[in-house]
């Protein structure tokens, strides 16, 4: 009989529906019952393509006996960290302070007042490695609830505390300046990994918001080492197994330094921000390689991530049926020079071996290889090896595919909104703009509401419960921000602009400038929680700090620049000290130093040729976090277009910066240097 997740949206919720666990969505009920009934509550966060979580679901949650102890000692309440960024954020942050690291599935014990006394991850069924089984913290927790209240109400108040006491040192509210940038990139050099590319040791992640901030510091001050750290992460990236080399798309990290084993499963959010960065490497180098992998990013996530309603799914699962009805992690991706040779015959799976790097040992589990491009294009038939391509995409879609997670997340599709328009823009593919736009009109009609507050989730054309937090504010701006660029439709700035104004009176310190993940008047948890580093994607508050930014380049408002500004003083506080985990932030702040540019592209149509090839040209220019609005003279889509003629009858561009204009040019080459100067 299913429990109280049977109603939920969250397809991570709606798979513990059919639990023996008496499980609760997070709820004040949840709380009140654990109250009445004078037992802890179990807090188990997860996510829906999270390997381990369906480990510990199929190893305990799904057992009879560890379920009917559950029933009769606690209060068990599931959440999904993906729509409740804010519940997990808190505990997080208490399970890393208590125990120094973290990870999901999280699991926590709260006191009925949802504070916090014991932590944990994955918990096995039996002892193992040193971990006690699950059922003997169970009954250990239980134990000490019955017979040592005092100690753990004791324990669970100094937690909260000491979470509270753990104020952000802010630095001086100033933004970096030259100094501090060139300290960052002096810590990245540091920590980079010249043999491979990327930064650090395994597992590695792909570092998207780092690797922005090296292209706009490339652009500003064309310093060459940020260039070839940025250009050489990304072709051993798109060389290695973390790339789908048959479908486009990244998986979400490397199990090893050399990106050769992924952990398989496909986020909308690592794809949304690699599309963009590739995207970004071709306009800064002419990259053949960056423009491959831009577009079959972004044809994967139209072609594998796209809701009938319009939006992005959240996610692909790395586990999938290996055809006996077991699920296995990878299964879906990985060849053996076997599978091949049934595939491609005898010869063509010699060419594939070659080219993608299989072999007889396998690179994986069980003899099975992940497919790379270990030999630079251009030794191989580049015709053939097409073909070769297409077989084998069509071969694998035979294979029982992946499990989506079908629920769209306001903050991921404004990245994958920004990412598809700039993308399509670029490359001339009107349909990839498309797409983007149909994304936004998702959003604007279910997510937001008559006073333009954000819904942080939607399912199946529903939308969740759940308030937006900061990241969905302003990386929902920044997708419109960017549409509007390169649409010309000036609505898109405005949609950007209530998002913002929400940023300014809802999530801003009044005194300091500093930002919270939760609007002050969202649902109180032990903590407001406040974090400015970026993790998986920008942190709300850089991304804020871009968006901010972005709508004061467009209008001229000071007080969003202001804003902007104040919030930048943590970028300066961390950058120089942990570059790799505020790159968006230095990126913002790259953008700051550089004005950032505003062009004003105006033409008699967006039809007319002379106008397209400005705005394109606008568009392709690589100064950093330049805003383009593009339109008729005298329209009223943007205040960039405001008082802006054409010159002698002919399509005209007008760049701006820090209050100074250049002289307005019709010459697509003329802009050009002004906007690579």
Not at 629 to 634: E, I, K, S, Y
């Amino acid at each position: 009989m299913p429990n109280r997740l049977a109603h939920e949206t969250s397809p991570y919720l709606l798979q513990h529906a059919d639990n023996p666990v008496d499980w609760w969505p997070w709820s004040e009920e949840a709380f009140e019952e654990a109250r009445k009934r004078n037992v802890p509550v179990l807090l188990s966060i997860g996510y829906s393509s999270c390997h381990w979580c369906h480990v510990m679901a199929h190893e305990s949650f799904e057992d009879q006996q560890t379920a009917e102890y559950l029933n009769a000692h606690y209060v068990s309440v599931k959440v999904d960290r993906e729509e409740r960024p804010d519940v997990d954020a808190v505990y997080m942050e208490a399970v890393q302070a208590a125990t120094g690291q973290g990870g999901w599935p999280m699991t926590v014990f709260l006191t009925p007042d949802a504070e916090p006394f014991y932590f944990g991850t994955y918990f096995p069924p039996a002892p193992r490695q040193g971990m006690p089984s699950f059922r003997q913290v169970l009954q250990g927790v239980h134990q000490a609830w019955d017979e040592r209240r005092d100690e753990v109400t004791e324990v669970a108040g100094k937690i909260v505390r000491d979470l509270a006491g753990r104020e952000i040192s802010y630095g001086d509210a100033q933004t970096p300046g030259e100094e501090e940038l060139a300290q960052a990139l002096l810590g990245l050099t540091r920590e980079y990994d010249p043999q491979r590319g990327g930064f650090g040791g395994a597992p590695k992640f792909p570092p998207s918001m780092v690797l922005e901030f090296l292209l706009r510091h490339h652009a500003r001050t064309g310093a060459e080492g940020a260039l070839q750290m940025a250009s050489d992460t990304c072709e051993r990236m798109a060389r290695g197994g973390i790339y789908d080399q048959l479908g486009g798309g990244f998986a979400r990290y490397s199990v090893d330094r050399d990106w050769v084993v992924p952990h398989f499963e496909k986020m909308l959010y690592d794809n949304a921000l690699l599309c963009r960065v590739y995207a970004h490497l071709w306009r800064a180098t002419g990259s053949e390689l960056a423009r491959r992998v831009a577009l079959e990013t972004a044809d994967f996530m139209v072609r594998e991530l796209r809701t009938s309603e319009g939006g992005f799914a959240s996610a692909l699962d790395a586990d999938s049926d290996d055809g006996t009805g077991k699920h296995v992690e990878g299964v879906y991706y990985v060849w053996t020079p076997e599978q091949l040779r049934e595939v491609l015959g005898e010869q063509d799976a010699d060419l594939a071996a070659r080219h993608f790097g299989v072999t007889e040992e396998g690179t994986f589990e069980e003899g099975a290889s992940v497919l790379q491009l270990p030999v630079r294009d251009g030794l191989s038939d580049a015709e053939k090896v097409a073909s070769v391509r297409e077989r084998l995409l069509a071969a694998r879609s035979e294979r029982p595919a992946p499990g989506r997670d079908d629920k769209v997340v306001a903050a991921w599709n404004g990245l994958a909104i920004a990412a598809l328009a700039e993308t399509g823009a670029y490359f001339d593919r009107p349909d990839l703009v498309e797409a983007a736009v149909a994304a936004a009109d998702l959003l604007v009609r279910l997510h937001l509401d008559e006073q333009a507050r954000l819904t942080r989730t939607s399912k199946d054309g529903h939308a969740g419960a759940n308030a937006g937090v900061l990241e969905d504010y302003a990386d929902v701006a920044e997708g419109f921000l960017a549409l509007a660029s390169v649409t010309g439709e000036g609505v898109w700035l405005e949609f950007a602009g209530f998002l913002v104004d929400h940023v300014l009176a809802r999530f801003t310190d009044p005194e300091s400038g500093s930002l919270y993940d939760t609007a002050a008047d969202a649902e109180r948890l032990i903590r407001r929680p406040q974090d400015p580093t970026d993790n998986a994607a920008p942190s709300g508050w850089t991304a804020a700090a871009g968006a901010l930014l972005g709508y004061a380049a467009h209008t001229g408002s000071e007080p969003h620049r202001t804003a902007a500004e104040r919030a930048l003083g943590v970028v300066k506080a961390l950058g120089p000290r942990v570059p790799r985990f505020i790159g968006w932030g230095l990126a913002v702040a790259e953008a700051v130093l550089d004005g950032p540019r505003e062009v004003a592209v105006v033409g008699p149509s967006l039809d007319d040729e002379g106008t397209r090839s400005l705005h394109r040209t606008a568009l392709l220019g690589t100064a950093p976090g330049a805003v383009v609005a593009v339109g008729a003279p005298g329209s009223e889509e943007f205040p960039l277009l405001s008082d802006r003629p054409l010159v002698g009858g002919e399509p005209a561009a007008y760049v701006c910066r820090n209050f100074t204009c250049d002289a307005p040019t019709t010459e697509v080459e003329r802009l050009r240097a002004v906007l690579s100067d």
